[in-house]
T-cell receptor, first 111, second 112 residues
Framework: AQRVTQPEKLLSVFKGAPVELKCNYSYSGSPELFWYVQYSRQRLQLLLRHISRESIKGFTADLNKGETSFHLKKPFAQEEDSAMYYCALSSYGGSQGNLIFGKGTKLSVKP | DAMVIQNPRYQVTQFGKPVTLSCSQTLNHNVMYWYQQKSSQAPKLLFHYYDKDFNNEADTPDNFQSRRPNTSFCFLDIRSPGLGDAAMYLC???????????FGSGTRLTVV
């Protein structure tokens, strides 16, 4: 079965500390993985995609097929990073992909 | 310059009274999705349209229906809302599997 697991419901760190938001997936095919972020009172928005190997707002995520993980990392957390983070997996082949979301991790960055 | 617009932002409906939520997009994306998100839970896909082709998830209740009269608009109809249908309903669009989704702000539905 296709599944995305985010084991931490809440992650609290101090400003300047490293942060890692964990995501594990279960998928039999070749996965497309994403991180979405939702700031307070804003819409869910794409943060980054594994396929583009980009760094957005200092965040990076590497797909580890051996460990079936796609953890989100940032070396120095900022207060403005406080938000809800969702890991998502695209479950279809072809041109459209139906996203399966994890339950999300709330990141709180304290001053 | 919101590209996926959901109306209304908040909707209160009576138990059993049909309700329609709307979504429009200016991106000209082929695919439009409806997700249901209950408190502290992951967004759950209800159905999606690829152009005019409707794709229903196997576990989406019959109470939920959708219409897509043209590329820009998509509607979610709940025929007889129950208390358990109170949730945030998210509309999203996508161009391709690899590009990810663009989400609307959501409509929070309350059933009284």
């Amino acid at each position: 079965a296709q599944r995305v697991t985010q084991p931490e419901k809440l992650l609290s760190v101090f400003k300047g500390a490293p942060v890692e938001l964990k995501c594990n997936y279960s998928y039999s095919g070749s996965p497309e993985l994403f991180w979405y972020v939702q700031y307070s009172r804003q819409r869910l928005q794409l943060l980054l995609r594994h396929i583009s190997r980009e760094s957005i707002k200092g965040f990076t995520a590497d797909l580890n097929k051996g460990e079936t993980s796609f953890h989100l990392k940032k070396p120095f957390a900022q207060e403005e990073d406080s938000a809800m983070y969702y890991c998502a997996l695209s479950s279809y082949g072809g041109s459209q992909g139906n996203l399966i979301f994890g339950k999300g991790t709330k990141l709180s960055v304290k001053p | 310059d919101a590209m996926v617009i959901q109306n209304p932002r908040y909707q209160v409906t009576q138990f059993g009274k049909p309700v329609t939520l709307s979504c429009s997009q200016t991106l000209n994306h082929n695919v439009m999705y409806w997700y249901q998100q209950k408190s502290s839970q992951a967004p759950k896909l209800l159905f999606h349209y690829y152009d005019k082709d409707f794709n229903n998830e196997a576990d989406t209740p019959d109470n939920f229906q959708s219409r897509r009269p043209n590329t820009s608009f998509c509607f979610l109809d709940i025929r007889s809302p129950g208390l358990g249908d109170a949730a945030m309903y998210l509309c999203a669009t996508s161009y391709s599997r690899s590009t990810g989704y663009t989400f609307g702000s959501g409509t929070r539905l309350t059933v009284v």
